[in-house]
T-cell receptor, first 115, second 111 residues
Framework: ETGVTQTPRHLVMGMTNKKSLKCEQH?????MYWYKQSAKKPLELMFV???????ENNSVPSRFSPECPNSSHLFLHLHTLQPEDSALYLC??????????????FGPGTRLLVL | SQELEQSPQSLIVQEGKNLTINCTSS?????LYWYKQKYGEGLIFLMM?????EEKSHEKITAKLDEKKQQSSLHITASQPSHAGIYLC???????????FGKGTRLSVIA
């Protein structure tokens, strides 16, 4: 399997549920990202991991909890979400090392609906 | 912080027609990425431009970078239904970690 994969592709959850999104990259990259895409808004960067260390957390509510156990896997743990958290969640990976980063490659996304 | 404005927001063209999408940056462009997204799916990398005046082509899609105007344009020649989707531009510059994206241009191609 190649590229960036995400599971599940679709998820419906209640506000009291706990669920996790999974992302796996098969490109040998050293950085991984979580983005949120809502209707009529630009892609919103949520978290960045470089070499398994979290380097950015763009004021994301604590009900979203990322985990990066190794450079190939990235999780987004969800708990007590709100309906406004319904969106497409995209994972991406890239190779970083110079002043400009390399191309980011994206997974297919997880469409999340919070009821 | 850097912002990218894409125009138009949406576009409907007849199959076979040419079209252009623009991406204008509020700051100097050092690296500009173009992605295509099918509705509700992930982003597919199209091409990256780094130098002023650079132009790249992939099949019937051509992108240019105008450093002076802080703008990039994406041109599709003889559009086909397979070109339909959302086109997003992303900008990179020293200090950006990682990319800043525009809101996207939604393209529909009708037969």
């Amino acid at each position: 399997e190649t590229g960036v994969t995400q599971t599940p592709r679709h998820l419906v959850m209640g506000m009291t549920n706990k669920k996790s999104l999974k992302c796996e990259q098969h490109l040998g990259h050293n950085a991984m990202y979580w983005y949120k895409q809502s209707a009529k808004k630009p892609l919103e960067l949520m978290f960045v991991y470089n070499f398994k260390e979290q380097t950015e957390n763009n004021s994301v509510p604590s009900r979203f909890s990322p985990e990066c156990p190794n450079s190939s896997h990235l999780f987004l743990h969800l708990h007590t979400l709100q309906p406004e958290d319904s969106a497409l969640y995209l994972c991406a990976s890239s190779q970083v090392g110079g002043s400009l980063q390399e191309t980011q490659y994206f997974g297919p996304g997880t469409r999340l609906l919070v009821l | 912080s850097q912002e990218l404005e894409q125009s138009p927001q949406s576009l409907i063209v007849q199959e076979g027609k040419n079209l252009t999408i623009n991406c204008t940056s509020s700051k100097t462009l050092y690296g500009l990425y173009w992605y295509k997204q099918k509705y509700g799916e992930g982003l597919i990398f199209l091409m990256m431009l780094q130098k002023g005046g650079e132009e790249k082509s992939h099949e019937k899609i051509t992108a240019k970078l105008d450093e002076k105007k802080q703008q990039s344009s994406l041109h599709i020649t003889a559009s086909q239904p397979s070109h339909a989707g959302i086109y997003l531009c992303g900008a990179d510059n020293p200090g950006n970690t990682p990319l800043v994206f525009g809101k996207g241009t939604r393209l529909s191609v009708i037969a």
